[in-house]
Nanobody, 117 residues
Framework: QVQLVESGGGLVQAGGSLRLSCAAS????????MAWYRQVPGKQRELVASIARDGRTNYEDSVKGRFTISRDNAKNTVYLHMNSLNAEDTAVYYC???????????WGLGTQVTVSS
């Protein structure tokens, strides 16, 4: 079992920045990829960025150059640095962890990010 707790969401003006954090606990040595997803009401949850244990990253096109995902394996924490935020970034952001074994996936409860224009 893995538990994920997100923090760092909030209200920010367009053009501003936020940093989200996700702390993992439990079977953390089993975690391969960690990722951030986001969801707005009425739409499917979408991948924002992911980072593998070896540091390889992947970004959704609309956030490339603005968001940076990073990972501190010693602290079992993944971060999402978000710059140049705009209204379209408003969503609930969820942390996700995928284990090496069977690809089991775990989710955090989410943190709200609201960008005012």
């Amino acid at each position: 079992q893995v538990q994920l707790v997100e923090s760092g969401g909030g209200l920010v003006q367009a053009g501003g920045s936020l940093r989200l954090s996700c702390a993992a606990s439990g079977a953390v040595v089993s975690i391969n990829t960690m990722a951030w997803y986001r969801q707005v009401p009425g739409k499917q949850r979408e991948l924002v960025a992911s980072i593998a244990r070896d540091g390889r990253t992947n970004y959704e096109d609309s956030v490339k150059g603005r968001f940076t995902i990073s990972r501190d394996n010693a602290k079992n924490t993944v971060y999402l640095h978000m710059n140049s935020l705009n209204a379209e970034d408003t969503a609930v952001y969820y942390c996700n962890a995928v284990l090496f074994v069977f690809g089991t996936s775990y989710w955090g409860l989410g943190t709200q990010v609201t960008v005012s224009s």
